[in-house]
């Protein structure tokens, strides 16, 4: 099998532990293990005492039952864990998709969902756009069913997304799992950003509405902690659960022992987290919103109403890429440019999740005033 780079990544691999002024993470503010533990009065000693052996490959029971308990309709026998989301979206991809098939993705998108159909001789993958509507982004379903043919096997989205932070209405998950459901197609639902509605209907699982449906979630991003790698795919379709821990005996196995007993906590604790991470987006927007009032004539802001990620446009005559090169070579401010999702379009990703924007944000609009842009 052969992947092509995912760019990203390879982007990351360069700036991310190097750049002081990470203006783009997705993921929100993360905390230390004993600020994760002070949560739970004797967590503490639970954790030290914590077996490091194998653990079940399915994940650990518990785990499971709370990962179940965020979902409306799930049991902990809906749930299988991973090693972080990208692990789940690999695998999902992997036993879904061969020769001859065709899957619709959302796009702009996290490269994973629609780079497995990539490597895959003679497997195609048509994008769903995003439409850019000035002040934010809309779904068109009438071309979503244009898009399906005979061989469409399924459909990717990712909701909150990643990169525009477009998030599907309750109205609209139903409104796509009866599309679905009526032209007998697998869903698979990226919503690892889920929990982090800053205005408006809190959002269901698309799981819950549909049983062909996968939902992908994870510890990395609306709970902030990445560094536990735990993921998960809830779904009631077990014969594609079944099949998916097959290449999953062939990737990590099982979980960290350490990481799943943290996760653990965290979701007995999930509402705070969340509510948290919230704040910190709210306080944000606020700030960031104040920076593009001052430069209209460089920025077209589109609005974030859900998620830690918001896609901008770049008015300026020049490639968007150099753009952010320069901010980050000249200041250490680090942003992405959609050539990161292979558009050539003049967007750039900002990361609203991290406590230090404000800083970042100040560094960004040194570079600006002293690169003569304003
Ligand atoms: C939409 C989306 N899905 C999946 C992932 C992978 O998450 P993880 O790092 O937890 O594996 C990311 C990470 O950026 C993402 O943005």
């Known amino acids: 099998m052969q992947m092509n780079d995912f760019k990203l990544e390879c982007y990351f691999g360069k700036y991310e532990f190097t750049a002081p002024y990470l203006l783009t ?33 399915w994940g650990d029971p518990e785990l499971r039952k ?95 997304n990643n990169p525009t932070g477009y998030t599907f209405t309750n109205d609209e998950i139903k409104r796509l799992c009866a599309i679905c459901k009526k032209h007998d197609l697998y869903l698979f639902s990226d ?44 779904s009631k379709d077990h014969e594609t659960l079944e099949k998916v821990v097959k290449f999953k005996h062939y990737m990590s196995i099982c979980n960290s022992a350490p990481s799943e007993f943290l996760a653990k906590v965290a979701l007995k604790h999930g509402e705070k987290l969340l509510e948290r991470n919230r704040q910190i987006i709210r306080e944000n927007i606020k700030q960031v919103d104040k920076f593009f009032d001052r430069y209209p004539q460089i920025f077209e802001k589109k609005a974030i109403t859900c998620g830690p990620v918001a896609y901008h446009k770049l008015l300026l005559d020049m490639p968007v890429k150099d753009f952010c090169q320069m901010a980050v070579e000249k200041k250490g401010v680090l942003l992405l440019p959609s050539e990161i999702y292979d558009m050539e379009d003049q967007y750039f990703r900002m990361g609203y999740g991290r406590k230090n924007v404000p800083e970042s944000l100040a560094k960004f609009e040194e570079f600006l005033i002293e690169e003569k842009f304003v």
């Open 25 to 57: 993470q997705s993921d929100c503010e993360a905390m230390s293990t004993g600020e994760l533990l002070a949560l739970e009065p004797e967590a503490q000693e639970e954790f030290m005492n914590q077996w490091l052996g194998y653990t079940e490959t």
């Open 66 to 160: 709370l990962i179940a308990k965020l979902y409306q309709n799930m049991t902990d026998e809906d749930v299988l864990a991973f090693h972080g989301a990208q692990e789940a979206i690999f695998g999902y991809m992997n036993v879904m998709l061969g020769e001859g098939d065709h899957m619709i993705a959302m796009y702009p998108n996290y490269q994973s969902a629609y780079e497995v159909a990539n490597s895959i001789p003679n497997c195609e993958c048509s994008k769903w756009y995003i439409r850019d509507k000035g002040t934010h982004w809309e779904m068109d379903f009438d071309e979503l069913e244009a898009l399906i043919k005979p061989n469409t096997k399924l459909i990717a989205i990712t909701s909150p």
């Open 191 to 234: 919503e690892v950003y889920k929990g982090l509605e800053l205005e408006g209907e809190k959002r269901d699982w698309m799981a819950d509405h549909y049983d062909k449906c996968a939902s992908l979630g994870v510890m990395s991003k609306a709970y902030g902690l990445a560094g536990l790698r735990v993921g998960w795919l809830v």
